[in-house]
């Protein structure tokens, strides 16, 4: 299985940014796709933004405009570039990769936004 390893998360003020990263233990570039999830306390985990093998992004209706998703194939990472936060993006962050059908799930990193 895949082992993926996230960073970046921290606490920021509302209207700041963050950069997320998640590096992946093998090449990616036959992942099918790779992404970010977000679960809040007491919510279920939701998406957030993903990125197929051919560089197709799709996002969640709450954070298009803000936030942007990419990879580095050569790097193994892929990255959450978020902006202008709000209170309502604090969660924990999860990084995925889909590759046929096994999934891999990294242990996640804490996104706080103050008011």
């Known amino acids: 299985q895949v082992q993926l390893v996230e960073s970046g998360g921290g606490l920021v003020q509302a209207g700041g940014s963050l950069r997320l990263f998640c590096t992946a233990s093998?090449?990616?570039?036959?992942?099918?796709?790779m992404g970010w999830y977000r679960q809040a306390p007491g919510e279920q985990r939701e998406l957030v933004a993903t990125?197929?093998?051919?560089?197709?992004?799709v996002y969640a209706d709450s954070v298009k405009d803000r936030f942007a998703v990419s990879r580095n194939n050569v790097r193994n990472t892929v990255y959450l570039q978020m902006d202008s936060l709000k209170p309502e993006d604090t969660a924990v962050y999860y990084c995925?990769?889909?590759?046929?059908?096994?999934?891999?799930w990294g242990q996640g990193t804490q996104v706080t936004v103050s008011s």
């Open positions: 093998e090449n990616i570039f036959n992942f099918d796709a």
């Open positions: 995925n990769a889909r590759v046929l059908t096994a999934t891999s």
């Open positions: 990125i197929s093998k051919g560089g197709n992004t």
